[in-house]
């Protein structure tokens, strides 16, 4: 569908979180109260399902790997290759360290201790998910790293999870899913241990229950549908702009998928392509847009911040200087979002609804916290002396200035 300029600006409406939120509260609190009894009656209530196991025991992940054909696994296992290969590398000491003579002020990075990671499943599985959240993580030294994962029909976790969960390095790993489980995981349960900090993306339901307990737990970002935003001009291929569009609305009807082009020839030809390759997609969420310039192009998407941002178009990379706001960015035509959906290395779990305006993609740092130091010798004190004491007596302080003047007699 060929939509104006005008309308893709407007389909960045702030998600009205209250509606959810007002929802989820009860479910929140409930099990807050109840603990596991509450978690058991909301997988049956929301999933449809009675739990095999709250806690995957070990047996359980033993057998997962005898269900797991030889060819995914090493698919897995090449995939978490290059996901470790890409945030070891970006994950370099960051601790600092200054000398300054008198004085030696420094910056210590360490990691947080507990975190919960929120896998989708049921009637899907995402085993990428596992990866893409447990490897950054145990590089970064999470000591306890917790999965929370939706059964599917039989009550239990997919194999595929649980083997990529234990790939990924997972401590624990429980089978429950939805706003109970983001609850179970920050106010703990009879199974669960409480974890300082909850990850990973989810459904609105989930993004409301992670905004209802972050004044308990810190979490990563709020979320929404998944989206991508495509700049195109008259060189990209047609097929491929088509197939990255509806392969982003295969993952759900809310799914958004935008092309800003400056070729009618193209726009036509995508949104032709869509229609017919499509099948029972929601494809009135694709929105093909006629621009003047790739330039042009470029300012809407730092204006609308996608999740997804991929630009195919002559001498792509030269664009790359000029993105300002992408949770994660594609060049060329050979570099579609299912690759870093999977096994490029960087990492799939993405801020959306506009959030990359102010927040990141999931990463090593996700998972850190950081101090500052400062190591002053007597004259390094002596120097900044009149200093502190002017600035604290200023503020009606005298015991700061004391503080320091008992050290100078």
């Not at 600006?9 to 939120?21: A, K």
């Not at 993580?137 to 599917?152: F, S």
């Not at 960015?329 to 490029?344: L, M, R």
């Not at 990359?356 to 130091?373: D, N, P, Q």
Request: glycine letters at 6%; proline letters at 4%.
């Amino acid at each position: 569908m060929i939509v104006s300029k005008e309308e893709i600006l407007n389909l960045r409406r702030e998600v009205n979180w209250d509606q959810y939120i007002d929802k989820v509260k009860s479910i929140v609190e409930k099990v807050r109260r109840e603990g596991d009894r509450a978690l058991i009656e909301f997988t049956i209530k929301f999933d449809g399902v009675k739990q095999r196991y709250l806690k995957v025991p070990k047996d359980e992940i033993d057998r997962a790997y005898s269900l797991v054909e030889d060819e995914i696994l090493d698919a897995m296992e090449s995939a978490k290759e290059n996901i470790e290969r890409f945030h070891s590398i970006t994950s370099v000491d960051r601790d600092i360290k200054i000398d300054f003579g008198d004085c030696i002020l420094g910056k210590r990075y360490t990691p947080i201790e507990s975190v919960g990671v929120y896998i989708p499943g049921g009637r899907r599985c995402y085993p990428s998910t596992a990866l893409m959240s447990g490897i950054p993580a145990k590089i970064a030294g999470v000591e306890r790293l917790i999965a929370c994962t939706p059964p599917n029909e039989k009550g239990e976790i997919n194999p595929l999870t649980i083997v990529a969960c234990d790939l990924a390095g997972f401590d624990e790993i429980y089978a429950v899913g939805g706003a109970q489980a983001i609850a179970g995981m920050a106010y703990g349960t009879e199974s669960i241990r409480s974890v300082e900090k909850i990850v990973g993306p989810g459904n609105v339901y989930v993004t409301a229950a992670k905004l209802i307990v972050q004044k308990d737990v810190a979490i990563d970002m709020p979320a929404g549908p998944s989206e991508i935003l495509i700049v195109a001009d008259e060189s990209a291929n047609p097929k491929f702009v088509a197939f990255d569009c509806l392969a982003q609305l295969e993952h759900d009807p809310m799914s958004l998928a935008i092309v800003l082009t400056n070729s009618l020839d193209l726009a036509n030809e995508v949104d032709k392509i869509a229609r017919d390759e499509g099948g029972n997609l929601n494809l009135e969420n694709l929105k093909v847009c006629l621009v003047d310039s790739i330039d042009e192009a470029v300012d809407m998407s730092n204006k609308f911040a996608p999740e997804h941002l991929s630009i195919i178009c002559k001498d792509a990379e030269r664009f790359l200087d000029k993105i300002k706001n992408a949770g994660s960015v594609f060049i060329g035509e050979f570099s579609p979002v299912a690759c870093g959906d999977y096994a490029s290395g960087t990492n799939h779990i993405l801020p959306t609804s506009g959030y990359a305006r102010i927040y990141s993609g999931l990463s090593v740092e996700t998972f850190m916290k950081h101090f500052t130091y400062q190591i002053l010798t007597p004259s390094a004190l002596n120097r900044i002396r009149d200093t502190v004491l002017k600035l604290a007596r200023a503020e009606g302080f005298e015991l700061h200035a004391k503080s320091v003047e008992i050290r100078m007699r």
